[in-house]
């Protein structure tokens, strides 16, 4: 069996990122991968302004604290200002142009107006350049704003608006076909039949396609045969870039992906030494018999909930975000201490669900069995636990976050 880097490795090296882009608005933008360098069309700032409100003046003027100069003028935000005299100061208003001469921003709770004289007294002995934002010093007219392979938020849609852009170029969406196998699955608001059990995995794995920007086809439960599954198959493939299963991977009877997919396409992974996970396939499906119409790319994740999960943050996400152009690697762990012991090491490298606690160290889920979701939803991160390796309180482990997992 591979290793879990072995196998991500061998993903990734499969991977390639879609072609196709399109142009979007912005707001359609979010959660989209930029295609190509975004350039600023204006300098950001565009003209040097205020950063506190306060009183515009020359530094010179007030090389003292207690200096007194004549308001001569008032800036709101939005109005130029005209050239500042030598011995007066300008009212301005936070985001407002500072006027020609002025070389300072002396904030209001540092100064003093002197009644109805239309004076001012400057209590501190400014600085120059203090509280002023200087035009360009964000971005200028023709630079790199962002660049091809950004995963678009909220902020860098922010970035683009303030860079002049009405539009953005983007990667179009991989599209993802989903469906899930077993006769025992049903779905919820459905009778349970005996032996029966409701389909978490489709609201997860969905969920988490859809967190990733994917076009997400979910085509159901498929009954525990070989044709089905086969038809499934053939179904998923044609206008997808990737195919994921959960369930039938493992080596029973009832469990008809591995020679559904190799009767379809290939198969090249079939099993990692990875806990929870270790049934994980990938391999490719034909979209037709004609060589030229090429292939959707197959994952199948094990059927247990936990497992599924798991394996799909670790192995299925980094291989989208290579199809999207960003960047796949596995997020950074963070060496955190262990409040717990877990002394019965696996040979496999195993992944255990924890939770920060309030004296800065981890807690473990009592109960770490594949089928117990309510561990993940507890959780807030995994352990990367190596093979081998038992976790005395106290050690120092790996710790990887949900949140940066499932961004």
Not at 89 to 108: E, K, L, N
Request: hydrophobic share 40%; aromatic share 6%; charged share 20%.
């Amino acid at each position: 069996m591979l290793t879990a880097q072995q196998a991500l490795d061998h993903l990734l090296s499969h991977a390639k990122t879609v072609g196709e882009s399109e142009k979007v608005t912005m707001q359609a933008a979010l959660g989209r991968v930029l295609s190509e360098n975004v350039h600023s069309l204006v300098d950001v700032p565009p003209l040097d302004n205020t950063a506190m409100d306060g009183y515009a003046i020359r530094s010179a003027d007030a090389a003292t604290p207690g200096k007194s100069l004549k308001i001569a003028q008032r800036i709101p935000a939005g109005s130029m200002g005209t050239p500042l005299e030598s011995g007066t100061a300008a009212r301005i208003f936070t985001g407002a142009p500072v006027p020609p001469g002025a070389d300072a921003v002396v904030m209001q709770e540092d100064c003093t107006l002197e009644g109805e004289s239309g004076k001012v007294t400057i209590n501190i002995a400014p600085t120059a350049g203090q509280w002023i934002r200087r035009r360009g010093e964000d971005l200028t007219a023709g630079k790199t704003a962002l660049t091809a392979g950004t995963f678009l938020r909220p902020q860098e849609l922010g970035v683009a608006a303030s860079a002049g852009l009405t539009h953005l170029s983007v990667k179009r969406r991989v599209k993802v076909a989903a469906f899930f196998t077993g006769d025992e699955l049903a779905l919820p608001g459905e009778p349970l039949k005996p032996g029966g059990i409701y389909n978490s995995n489709r609201d997860t794995l969905l969920a988490c396609l859809k967190s990733l920007g994917c076009d997400a086809t979910d085509l159901g439960i498929v009954p525990d045969r070989l044709d089905a599954t086969r038809a499934a198959l053939r179904k998923a493939s044609k206008d997808h870039d990737l195919i994921i299963t959960s369930g039938g991977v493992s080596v029973g009877e009832e469990d008809h992906i591995k020679p559904a997919v190799t009767a379809e396409g290939r198969l090249d992974l079939w099993q990692i030494a990875i806990k929870p996970g270790k049934p994980l396939a990938f391999g490719a499906v034909r979209k037709s018999d004609e060589p030229k119409d090429g292939e959707a790319w197959f994952i199948g994740l094990p059927g247990n909930p936990v497992s599924s999960f798991v394996t799909f943050l670790l192995f299925v996400r980094p291989f989208i975000l290579k199809l999207q152009g960003r960047e796949a690697s596995l997020p950074q762990s963070y060496l955190m201490r262990a409040d717990f012991d877990w002394l019965k090491a696996d040979r496999r490298n195993e992944f255990l669900r924890v939770k920060l606690n309030s004296n800065g160290g981890l807690d473990l889920f009592p109960n770490q069995s594949s089928g117990v979701l309510t561990s993940a939803s507890w959780a807030d991160g995994l352990v990367d636990c190596p093979p081998n390796q038992p976790i005395k309180a106290g050690n120092l482990v790996k710790y990887i976050p949900f949140d940066a997992l499932l961004k």
